[in-house]
């Protein structure tokens, strides 16, 4: 029987994300974050390319961002409603890791799987900071997908995209457990 770390499955088993919104601060400090970080770069990377980066956003960034987002949002005619849940995740914020994705030309690894080793980044960071004590929720919406904010906000090259907005500060109320997926609906077994 292999050696269980049960303290580790226990917390995966029970692993629950904080909504961004009730993030109070303070949020981790350079020191306090660079441990998160460590983990999170120890993601199988198909290859050792690395296709990924973190740009820590500070609480002092956060208004910049907000602004940007509703230039962005009047430049693609989004809804005064959609403008300002956007706004919201930076108005709010008090510290978030930009995971970005970085694709790099290769023979050997197709862009895709770079494409889900910058996803498990995001979700090991964000494990990471759940396992530290922090709140931590990954977002991402539609200013994130907007290239022209992305190059204005986080000067992104082509090659470049935003996997996740991993916000990350001390966690307010705890919100009630969700519904999981039914574990047998999902699963299939195959015998031969």
């Not at 400090?29 to 050792?48: I, M, S, V, Y």
């Not at 961002?65 to 009047?74: E, I, K, M, N, V």
């Not at 919201?88 to 030309?105: I, K, N, R, Y």
């Not at 690894?109 to 494409?115: C, D, F, G, M, R």
Request: charged content about 20%.
């Amino acid at each position: 029987m292999p050696l269980q770390n049960d303290a580790a499955l226990d917390f995966l088993l029970t692993r629950r994300s904080r909504p961004a919104k009730t993030l109070v601060a303070p949020a981790p400090n350079r020191a306090e974050l660079e441990p998160l970080l460590t983990a999170a770069a120890r993601t199988p990377d198909h290859g050792k390319l690395e296709p990924w980066r973190f740009i820590v956003v500070e609480k002092g960034a956060m208004a910049r961002l907000a602004d940007l987002t509703s230039q962005a949002g009047h430049r693609l005619g989004k809804s005064p409603e959609d403008i300002a849940k956007g706004r919201s995740q930076f108005e709010l914020g008090h510290l978030a890791v930009v995971v970005v994705e970085v694709q790099t030309p290769s023979a050997k690894v197709p862009a895709l799987e770079q494409t889900y080793s910058a996803g498990a980044v995001c979700l090991a960071l964000l494990n990471a900071a759940l396992a530290a004590g922090w709140g931590a929720n990954w977002l991402s919406g539609w200013v994130s997908h907007d290239p022209e904010f992305c190059k204005a906000a986080f000067d992104l090259a082509d090659n470049e995209r935003i996997a996740g907005l991993i916000h990350i500060a001390t966690q307010g109320p705890i919100p009630p457990e969700r519904p999981r997926p039914d574990l047998n609906a999902k699963t299939t077994w195959m015998t031969q």
